[in-house]
DNA sequence: CATAAATTCAATAGATCTCTTGAATAATTG
DNA sequence: CAATTATTCAAGAGATCTATTGAATTTATG
């Protein structure tokens, strides 16, 4: 593999790591990941892909350095290498976002609310929880909840909200949060909430973002 | 290309930029234009590839929003599309570097010398700068220093530095610097400098991560 | 120890990527 | 306007990537 060319080698390298990257599979078994730990089938499962596949990007994966695995009883449990994997997709989708007009064109179909939703920065909302302010919502997936949350935040998944729409103290403030930054789960709660006429907002970012601005996570028992 | 679902859409645009960063040489175009806009040829001749191909190249970069181009007389001018490039260009880097043995081994090999050069943060070059303790030495070519240099730097490119060994004042440190982190040049130039009982070092990463990090940057007359 | 569950391995067809080659296009120069 | 220069286009061969399939491996369970 090597050409003894150090800069052409070096480079060949850094191309290994933006390859691992570049299937749309993969960057959403990179977005699972970010949220915690799971098994290779757990993965299939969300991802919609069979379990050879998944496990055949995890290895090229784990082949580029950007996750890790550990083998309990008969399953294998997949996580991120590190916290700048997670930089790095965030730096991937500035630079998409920032200039590819189709993914502007995408945001703005999907996530028509967008402009409406001005979101709370992360250093922001910690204060308000402080304060009793605000009542911190995830609504992703049990799992992924259970795996890693902001502090003080109560889990309802997309699906549970409606029923439980009564709940809310309607003079209390909401913050909903999920994946990442263009999880539409946080979008779709903060709309139905409002309609509810409770007041809600959406974290900036997800707990991923959360995590490396260096804020503390909350984990149920392992 | 569109498949109707959100998720999935996003994430095949986001792999779209990363494809366009998962091979070696469009890597190495990409560190030539975070120095400064090139032509086409340019392009090819520092890069090593025919003309044809390197067009190829730059203009899936384009695609993937990477670098735009201008037109003025013949020659087509591509330049990266914003500073994000670059961050995004350091976070890969560095998920490489500290994830993959493979990068480790190579850096180990052939800038063995890292250890002994503790290089100096930007900041601190700044005020050093400012007090006049240290000379800025930029020994990348004479085009690269022209698009845009550290404030004060003088230009000596690697291959001519031997001849002007003795121009140097051994009391006053020089600092080096040269295309970015791994680029051999300002190595180089500092170990041949301590050959010769001259002070000198290296600058924490070269002009992009300069730029970046929001100091001054100086260009010759266009 | 046989069976079941979870994951990996191996082989393959079809799609995509990369480099080369030679021609086509556009702008400049004499 | 013909010749030159710089870049792009187009087509094709060979390499690489991806999803599928079915078998092999490893660990737990009854």
Chains 1, 2 share one sequence.
Not at 210 to 215: A, P, Y
């Amino acid at each position: 593999m090597s050409t003894g060319n150090f800069k052409h080698d070096l480079f060949s390298q850094f191309a290994r790591v933006a390859k691992a990257l570049s299937n749309g599979y993969r960057l959403e078994l990179l977005e699972f990941l970010a949220q915690g730990e799971r098994s290779v089938d757990a993965l299939a499962q969300v991802s919609g892909l069979t379990v050879a596949n998944t496990s055949q990007h995890l290895q090229l994966l784990r082949q580029a350095g950007l996750v890790i695995n550990r083998k309990a009883g008969h399953k294998v449990y997949y996580r991120l290498s590190g916290m700048d994997v997670s930089a790095l997709l965030g730096s991937l989708r500035e630079v998409a976002e920032r200039h590819l007009a189709d993914v502007d064109r995408l945001v703005d179909d999907y996530l028509k609310v967008k402009d409406s939703l001005e979101p709370v920065p992360a250093a922001q909302l910690l204060e308000r929880v402080r304060d009793g302010l605000v009542t911190v919502l995830d609504v992703r997936p049990p799992e992924e909840y259970a795996a890693g949350h902001l502090p003080g935040a109560i889990n309802i998944p997309l699906a549970e909200l409606e029923q439980q729409l009564n709940e809310f103290d309607p003079s209390q403030e909401i913050v909903a949060y999920c994946r990442g930054p263009h999880c539409v789960l946080a979008f779709d709660a903060v709309a139905k909430l409002r309609e509810r006429g409770v007041k809600a907002r959406r974290l900036d970012g997800g707990l991923p973002e959360w995590r490396m601005e260096g804020f503390p996570v909350e984990s149920s028992s392992t």
